[in-house]
Each structure stands twice: as C-alpha cells, then as structure tokens.
C-alpha cells in the first residue's frame, strides 16, 4: 500500500457568500435605500437631448434649437433597480415596503405628500409597481450579474413599472372621469421617453451594485 493511499482524501470547501446576510449591518444597509428612494423623488436630473420638432412639417423653417430638447428625469425607478441589485430580491422587497408604508402612514415622503389619500393619485401606480418589478428583476439576478441577464431583468423590471403604472393611472382617470387628451398626455410624459433614460441609468447603477456588492460582503 502506497503513502498517498494511507494518508486520507482531504475535501477542500470553498466558501462565498452569495447574498446579504440578516444582521445589524444588513438592517442599516436597508433603512439606508429605503431613505435612498426618498432622496431620488425629489432630485431631477436635466437631460439635453436631439429630437424631431413638433412642427417638422409644418413648412416653417426650422432652427437647430428646435431639435434640442431638455427632459427632466426624476431616477427614482433606477434607484429601485440598483437596490434590487444590491440588496438581492428579500432585502429590496423590504427596503421598498419600508419606503411605501412610510409614505402611508408615517411621513409624506412621495413626490405629492403622503397619506392613505396617495391610493387617489395618477402616478401611486408607479409606486405600487416596485414590489412585483424588484420581485422579478431580483428574481432574474440570482443567476448572474452577466451583461445579457441584467439588460434583460432591468427591461422586464422598468416595463413592469410603467405598464402597472398606465393601467392604474387609467383606473384612476376613468374613476375621476379624465377625457382622452389628458390620460394620453399625462402617459407621454410619464412613460414616453422616460422609459429609455429609465432603462439606460438603471443598467448603469446596476453595473456600480455588482462592484459595490463585492466590497460591502467583505465586511458584512
């Protein structure tokens, strides 16, 4: 019988931590994105972009002003995707309940007040929506933080906001009697061109959770 025979099979196990464990840190680490949502309400970034004028054919010359366009951005649905990238599935669901039931019941931390009045308001459907979006979008994460998976979870997440969001809103303008213009200017403003700054500022703080996550499970 040979040395190596004799000596026995040592089973090397490597560890990771694959997600946030439940702890003092991982609790401070939620209320903070939760307080995170609060702050992107009430910020509004200002986006020059190009455009197609509104009287393009309308056979009045044109200046090159006319096809500069200025959009306001509140980022508040990317804020939603980098928490669901950070926190995991479990964590963001709480952190974005904290921030919603706050808003009902504690403090008015929505864009518009607060209050169990809020369920009246067009765009509360956007909000609601960030329970089933962080559900899926965390859902499809845990397979990988690979470029295709997180285009394709921010993609099913931020169409998961605005679709709920236009159906509520449309609940809402039907209860209240809207007419046509409003409910089709109010969803162009709300999830026009929003939708592709939305898709394109969530793929960036998602690729900065990824990193962020590497750091902060060294010393949690």
């Not at 560890?15 to 464990?21: A, D, E, I, V, Y």
């Not at 979870?153 to 605005?162: D, E, F, S």
């Not at 939708?195 to 793929?203: N, T, V």
């Amino acid at each position: 019988m040979t040395e190596e025979a004799v000596q026995p099979k040592v089973k090397t196990v490597h560890t990771s931590r694959s997600g946030l464990k439940f702890s003092i840190s991982s609790i401070i680490l939620i209320i903070f994105c939760s307080f995170l949502l609060v702050v992107s309400t009430f910020i509004q970034l200002n986006i020059t972009h190009l455009g197609l004028p509104a009287k393009l054919f309308s056979g009045n010359s044109l200046k090159i002003q006319d096809y500069i366009h200025n959009f306001n951005l509140i980022p508040q649905v990317p804020a939603v995707m980098f928490i669901t990238a950070l926190l995991g599935r479990k964590f963001g669901l709480t952190s974005v309940l904290i921030y919603i039931l706050t808003g009902l019941f504690i403090m008015p931390v929505f864009a518009l007040g607060g209050g169990l009045g809020y369920f009246g308001e067009y765009g509360f459907g956007y909000i609601l929506a960030y329970i089933p979006a962080v559900f899926l979008t965390g859902t499809m994460l845990k397979n990988g933080f690979t470029y295709k998976n997180i285009l394709k979870a921010i993609l099913v997440g931020i169409l998961t906001i605005h679709i709920f969001g236009i159906i509520y809103m449309l609940i809402i303008a039907g209860i209240k009697h809207e007419g046509f213009m409003f409910t089709t200017g109010w969803i162009v403003a709300q999830s026009g061109i929003k939708i592709i700054y939305d898709f394109i500022f969530s793929f960036l703080l998602v690729l900065v959770a990824k990193y962020a996550r590497l750091i902060l499970w060294l010393y949690m």
